[in-house]
C-alpha cells in the first residue's frame, strides 16, 4: 500500500507565496487582455480557486469555466486521454490561459491546447503549479509554473491518488509506488 509522507513537500505557506509571485507575471503579460481561464478538472479545482483571488487583487477578472480531462488510473498514467466535459464559454476569438495541477507527461495539456485553438482561441496560454520535466514524453511547456519537482507521486492541493487525498492544503509525497508509463 502506498505510504502518504505526513511532513509536506511544499506547505500550504509557500504554496500562497509563490501564487502570488505567478499572479504578478500573469498580470504583467496578460493584464490588458479579455482572458477565459479554463481549469482542468479534478486536479486543478484548488489552485484555480486560490489563482482567481489572487488575480482579482491585480484588477484582473476572468471568465472562468472548466473541462473535464481524464488520463489516470492510480499511479499510471494510460496515455488514454478523454473528455468528459467542454467548455461551456465559446473560446472563440479569445485570449485562454489553461490550468492545471501538474505537468507530467505533457499528454493533457498537450490535448488540452490543441483543443481549445481547434474551437479558435486567439491565443493560448499555460499555467501549472507543479512541472516534472523529467516525465516529459510529449513535447510541450506551461508559460506559467509554480514549483518544479523530481519524479516523486505527490498529493494534496487538488493533486489525488486513486482519487483519495485532494482536500490536504499542502502538497506530501505518496511513497511506495513508481511513477512509470
Ligand atoms: P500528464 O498528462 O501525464 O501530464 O498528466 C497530467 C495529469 O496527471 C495531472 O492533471 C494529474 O491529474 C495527473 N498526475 C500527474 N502526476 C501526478 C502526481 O504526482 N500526483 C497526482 N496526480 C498526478
Ligand atoms: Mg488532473
Not at 27 to 43: N, P, S
Not at 59 to 68: A, G, Q, T, Y
Not at 132 to 143: F, G, L, M, S, Y
Request: aromatic residues 8%; hydrophobic residues 45%.
Amino acid at each position: 500500500m502506498p505510504q502518504l509522507r505526513k511532513e509536506p513537500l511544499i506547505s500550504e505557506l509557500d504554496i500562497k507565496v509563490r501564487i502570488g509571485h505567478m499572479v504578478l507575471d500573469i498580470a504583467k503579460d496578460l493584464k490588458h487582455q479579455e482572458l477565459l481561464l479554463v481549469g482542468i478538472l479534478r486536479g486543478s479545482f484548488m489552485f484555480t480557486a486560490d489563482l482567481v483571488r489572487l488575480l482579482y487583487i491585480n484588477d484582473m477578472h476572468p471568465l472562468i469555466d472548466f473541462v473535464f480531462v481524464t488520463s489516470y488510473e492510480g499511479t499510471q498514467s494510460t496515455g488514454d486521454l478523454r473528455l468528459l466535459r467542454e467548455p461551456s464559454l465559446d473560446v472563440e476569438g479569445r485570449w485562454v490561459l489553461i490550468v492545471d495541477d501538474i505537468l507530467d507527461t505533457g499528454r493533457t495539456m498537450k490535448y488540452a491546447q490543441e483543443y481549445i485553438k481547434e474551437r479558435g482561441a486567439a491565443e493560448v496560454r499555460s499555467c501549472v503549479l507543479l512541472d516534472k520535466p523529467v516525465r516529459r514524453v510529449v513535447d510541450v511547456q506551461a508559460d506559467y509554473v509554480g514549483f518544479t519537482i523530481d519524479d516523486v507521486f505527490v498529493v494534496g492541493y487538488g493533486l489525488d491518488h486513486n482519487g483519495r487525498y485532494r482536500d490536504l492544503p499542502y502538497l506530501a509525497i505518496l511513497e511506495g509506488e513508481a511513477t512509470f508509463e
